[in-house]
């Protein structure tokens, strides 16, 4: 059921806990890569230009086929198409998305309410709602979600609130992925392979990031929504396992 919201009790939610304890937010996003057609002669030339080096037509169709289909992974090539995020203790979220009409509504538990609108307008409020925590908990956001969220943000005009690229050291960031490799030591697999590992439900039975393209293209931008969300769900799981059994911080 549709419920219109101001989005008020959420960020009360959220300064609350702020202020009585050490508040953590768990975050994701999902991405969507722009088409080739977008960027000038030069830059197309620039982004294909490993495809002309293959030695058949048939494969640089296929190298530039790739080629595009990586473009998902970086700020200047795709954009923000969802942003969830869930707090650890209230177990309470919002997943920002775009889509052309705006709308409001809430999940059936009432715990994560959703909020459409332009890539512009996600971020802003990605941003507003993300300084008032005291820790933020991701999965490989170091290597992806922090510096596309940074970059992304510069190109459209919009200053973050805070810095997301702190030293590794720094106890205000942890991302998942840096922890259970123990900073490298060890190999690094997907979230979906840590989650079956650790007996944690993957999001990524039901749907996976190469399909989001698809998704975002056929207008199924709730489903976009509640998968980011699934994936916010997942990490803040897997972050419960690593802080019982791997974590000698407290």
């Known amino acids: 059921m549709r419920v219109r919201s101001t989005g008020r009790d959420w960020s009360n939610t959220l300064i609350k806990n702020y202020n009585s304890s050490m508040a953590q937010l768990v975050f994701d996003i999902e991405t969507v890569g ?9 830059q197309q030339q620039y982004l294909l230009k490993l495809a002309e080096r293959e030695e058949t037509p ?11 289909a990586q473009f998902n992974l970086y700020p ?5 198409v969802a942003i969830a995020m869930l707090n650890v203790e209230s177990h309470k979220g919002r997943v920002y998305y775009q889509a052309p009409t705006k709308e409001s509504w809430r999940s059936e538990d009432n715990l994560i309410e959703y909020e459409s609108g332009s890539e512009r307008e996600i971020l802003q409020k990605f941003w507003e709602d993300v300084r008032s925590y005291k820790q933020l908990i991701t999965f490989n956001g170091r290597g992806f979600d922090c510096p596309f969220l940074l970059l992304r943000s510069a190109i459209l005009g919009i200053k973050p609130t805070r ?6 050291s720094d106890t205000e960031h942890i991302d998942l992925l840096e922890k259970l490799t123990f900073s ?3 190999r690094r697999f997907n979230l979906d392979f840590y989650c079956k590992a ?6 990524k039975e039901r749907l996976s990031g ?3 393209n698809a998704l975002f293209a056929a207008g199924k931008y709730r489903e976009i929504a509640q998968y980011c969300l699934d994936d916010v769900r997942a990490t803040a799981e897997l972050y ?5 059994f791997l974590s000698f911080e407290d």
């Open 198 to 203: 650790f007996g944690i439900p993957s999001p």
């Open 210 to 212: 190469p399909q989001i």
């Open 184 to 186: 490298g030591a060890t």
């Open 58 to 68: 048939q494969r640089q169709e296929r190298k530039r086929e790739e080629l595009i």
């Open 163 to 168: 810095n997301l690229m702190l030293p590794r």
């Open 76 to 80: 200047f090539t795709a954009q923000a």
């Open 240 to 244: 419960q396992r690593w802080r019982q």
């Open 34 to 42: 722009m088409p080739i057609e977008s960027f000038d002669e030069a």
